[in-house]
């Protein structure tokens, strides 16, 4: 049981927005760290016009970027989509437009982190013309 | 939502973060989305994945990567700060110093990341 000024009452058996919180803090660390890192080889010291199909063919060829990106493309995508739930939560107060754009995060998480890991996963690239 | 903004305008430096952080961290989203799109080109040969990094390579769009590296700074950096508030027992008590704190390692690290990357533009 809670004892608060307001009187008392059993103690929530979900933990999910407990989880939740502690989930946001723990891989937004993580998630700076790495990002940290893949923006400085992404965009200080390589850029888009030095990136090309076969730069980015030859970084995949090492299991360690291909499993690095992975992590970053987990994290984010679940940190972001929790970070909408939350907006929405906050934002959103009818019963069926909550449960409309929930239905959406879900289906937009799952269909980015599919097509995400499909290519990290399946990459073959093709034989360099020379 | 006018009186919204305008409790936030009267507010003090925790409900200007808490806005920034929020905007922010819509933004990256959206960018992470598009990223994901544009990064599976790639699967379909040379010719797709340059098409979409000559979309990139355009002034409006290197613009707007040195507005997306600015929001991840941000996001990151004040992320760290309500961490601190949370866990650290002197977080509440100097919120203020930690607040300008967060402007400044933003700004450390952005304005020259910023500078490199604008010096790509032309």
């Known amino acids: ?130 | 939502m006018i009186d919204y903004l305008l409790a936030i305008a009267r507010s003090q430096t925790g409900a200007w973060s808490w806005l920034l952080h929020r905007i922010t961290g819509v933004g990256v989203l959206i960018f992470l989305l598009a990223h994901i799109v544009d990064t599976a080109l790639i699967g379909l040969g040379p010719d797709a994945y340059e098409h979409a990094l000559n979309l990139y390579r355009m002034p409006i769009f290197k613009i707007g990567e040195i507005a997306l590296v600015f929001a991840v700074v941000y996001h990151s950096v004040n992320g760290i700060r309500v961490i601190l508030v949370d866990f650290w027992e002197g977080g509440t008590k100097h919120h203020r110093q930690l607040f300008w704190g967060s402007v400044i390692a933003t700004a450390v690290i952005f304005v020259p990341t910023a500078a490199i990357m604008g010096s790509r533009l032309f």
Not at chain 1, 33 to 39: A, K, N, R, S
Request: proline share 4%.
């Open chain 1, 1 to 130: 049981m809670i004892t608060t000024a307001y009187g008392t009452r059993a103690r929530p058996t979900n933990n999910f927005e407990v989880y939740s919180w502690f989930f946001m803090r723990v891989s937004g660390v993580v998630l700076l760290l790495m990002v940290f890192g893949h923006l400085a080889i992404m965009h200080v010291i390589n850029s888009v016009d030095t990136i090309n199909y076969w730069w980015v063919a030859e970084r995949m060829a090492t299991p360690f970027w291909r499993t690095y990106d992975w992590i970053i493309l987990v994290l984010a995508l679940l940190h972001g989509m929790n970070g909408m739930r939350v907006i929405v939560d906050d934002y959103v107060h009818t019963r069926g437009w909550r449960t409309w754009c929930m239905a959406v995060l879900w289906v937009v998480g799952f269909i980015f982190l599919s097509l995400g890991s499909l290519v990290l996963f399946t990459f073959t690239p093709v034989p360099r013309p020379v």
